[in-house]
């Protein structure tokens, strides 16, 4: 994994708005090592942590996610999920869902610490969703544990107050 500049994240331990959001790089389901500086820059990034595969829970965020994916993408955004599950547990959870998005295994859990995504006092992997934008600032974070789906309906709402901020500059 890349070396990170932990100031980035503030004393709390958590990112907050307007902080730069670590780089990392983790393998997707296939293996392929995904770095969050190679997508940025074409648009914004809903990075979603979340605690594992084919858990009731999980499994509605993420089918909620690639029911909403052609909006994302036509916004511009990218969605890319995290878990400390293995690559081979992203792989079939990705293909028995039919997600068309990246699924990142954090199989140490060391990005997912990093960012603050943590719950059950640190204990387990948190529902954290990050909206950063094309330059690498945080935007928005959103913390719900117990409602899976919302975290669909509030990355979206940024993510298209991203894009007509972007059309108004332009």
Known sequence: ???????????????????????????DGTGRIVR?????????????????DNTQGCTAQACAFRDSYVVFQEAGAEVVGVSTD??????GFAEQHKLPFVLLSDEGGAVNKLYGARAMFGLMTGRVTYIIDES???RHVFNSMFNATRHVDV????????????????
């Not at 100031?7 to 902080?19: A, C, I, Q, R, Y």
């Not at 969050?36 to 594992?52: A, T």
């Open 136 to 138: 690498g600032t945080v």
């Open 86 to 91: 293995s690559e081979a547990s992203h792989q």
């Open 1 to 27: 994994m890349k070396t990170v500049d932990r100031s980035v994240v503030t004393s709390t331990g958590k990112l907050e708005p307007g902080n730069r959001a670590p780089d990392f790089a983790l393998p």
């Open 36 to 52: 969050l500086s190679d997508l940025l820059g074409r648009g914004p990034i809903v990075l979603y942590f979340y605690p594992k």
């Open 155 to 170: 990355a979206l709402g940024v993510v298209l107050k991203l894009q007509q901020e972007a059309e108004a500059l332009s």
